[in-house]
């Protein structure tokens, strides 16, 4: 079945920085990633979505690019705020389109 | 829409006892997913329902979890009896048919605490 791996587990940036996190995933017939921010006791939300058919996406500050054939797609965030501060989870279809989500990134933006 | 609703949002209970978590999902969605969240294992899917059928109850622990929805519009999971480790936060999820199918909208969770 589909296997999301994603790094780092926890990342520290300055306000103001970038935020980049990764995850590869090992199932060809994924096609649809989906990230998600789970801020502290409350549900994950979708935050920027890419398929399988485009290489890049951007949503103002947040960004999502795709490598189909390293297996791997990576989040982006530019001009770090400390709102963004969250747990974040990326996740891939499997071959039966449920979502296999990654362990998720503790991102905290210190002023 | 309200969203995906579900209830209790926090529920204790003692071992042994049962416990039943309710969910609404978004009115026209197709698809409910139930998944429990616990520091170690992260999100898990528990099962899903295509217009009210289990597809897929490949993630449920063990007999001592069921799920059922009677129809469209409510969903619960069951835990018969529940036992300390399956104190977690179980959240549904709705999505919808067609181009968008993958899309899942979470509830606000139930929080579990089995003492």
């Known amino acids: 079945g589909e296997n999301v791996e994603q790094h780092p587990s926890t990342l520290s940036v300055q306000e103001g920085d970038s935020a980049v996190i990764k995850c590869t995933y090992s199932?060809?017939?994924?096609?649809?990633f989906p990230w998600y921010k789970q801020e502290l006791g409350k549900r994950p939300q979708l935050i920027i979505d890419i398929r399988s058919n485009v290489g890049e996406k951007k949503d103002q500050r947040i960004a999502v690019t795709l490598n189909k054939t390293a297996k791997h797609f990576s989040l982006h965030i530019t001009e770090t705020q400390p709102e963004d501060s969250a747990v974040y989870f990326c996740a891939a279809t499997d071959s039966w389109g449920k979502l296999q989500f990654g362990a998720g990134t503790q991102v905290v933006v210190t002023p | 829409d309200a969203g995906v609703i579900q209830s209790p949002r926090h529920e204790v209970t003692e071992m042994g006892q049962e416990v039943t978590l309710r969910c609404k999902p978004i009115?026209?969605?197709?698809?409910l997913f139930w998944y429990r969240q616990t520091m170690m294992r992260g999100l898990e899917l528990l099962i899903y329902f295509n217009n009210n059928v289990p597809i897929d109850d490949s993630g449920m622990p063990e007999d001592r979890f069921s799920a059922k929805m009677p129809n469209a519009s409510f969903s619960t999971l069951k835990i018969q009896p529940s036992e300390p480790r399956d104190s977690a936060v179980y959240f549904c999820a709705s999505s919808p048919s067609g181009a968008d199918k993958n899309i899942q909208y979470f509830g606000a969770g139930t929080r579990l605490s089995v003492l």
């Open positions: 009115s026209g969605h197709d698809y």
């Open positions: 199932d060809s017939a994924s096609n649809y």
